[in-house]
């Protein structure tokens, strides 16, 4: 690989994570440290895990640093997913992607919020996946939970919810999709113990 083959890429990526960043935002409630969530749909709706969202209102932070109170509208802690919205229009709405494309060892992009830090950005790759989770082999901390888990171009493919043996696991976006739309319930049980 060459010097501007290199520098491409590594603009490319840097684009991606910044517009990723964007889409991301910071969950606060009384009643937990707080947490990262995903702009699912530019009227104010927001992705989110059921951990993070442990209270019925919480404070989001957008990436431009705009507060707002939430309404949580959906909770379901069996799948771990929360719906929040907030009083906002024309926000800068992730793109969805499609797991079912993404390959074992492919490039994968973490988002989130860990150690109070806004957007923080970590890559690794696919380790596993199924139409219930999908493991990475990527370093996330407290703070990452309901962050996107997105794929080299930048579509989320996931919702970042716990590290089970080292490796962190997402919710699948077809599962999101699913819980939206109040189809059937599948239980999220990643294999392995949760440290």
Known sequence: MNITTFRHLTEELADI??????STVKVRTSCSGGGSGVIWQSDGLIITNAHVATSKQAIVELADGQVFN????????TRDLAVLKIAATELPVA??????????????????????????????I???KNQNAV????????GNSGGPLADCFGRVIGINTMIVNGLAVAIPTA??????HGEQKQCFSPPGEVK
């Open 17 to 22: 994570a910044a517009k990723l960043r964007n």
């Open 70 to 77: 939430t309404v949580r509208t959906q909770f379901d802690p």
């Open 95 to 124: 793109t969805i992607g499609n797991l079912d494309a993404l390959r074992v060892g492919e490039l994968v992009i973490a988002v989130g919020n860990p150690f109070g830090d806004h957007g923080a950005v970590t890559t690794g």
């Open 126 to 128: 696919i380790h596993t």
């Open 135 to 142: 493991m990475a082999d990527i370093r996330l901390f407290p």
């Open 175 to 180: 599962a999101v999709e699913r819980f939206l």
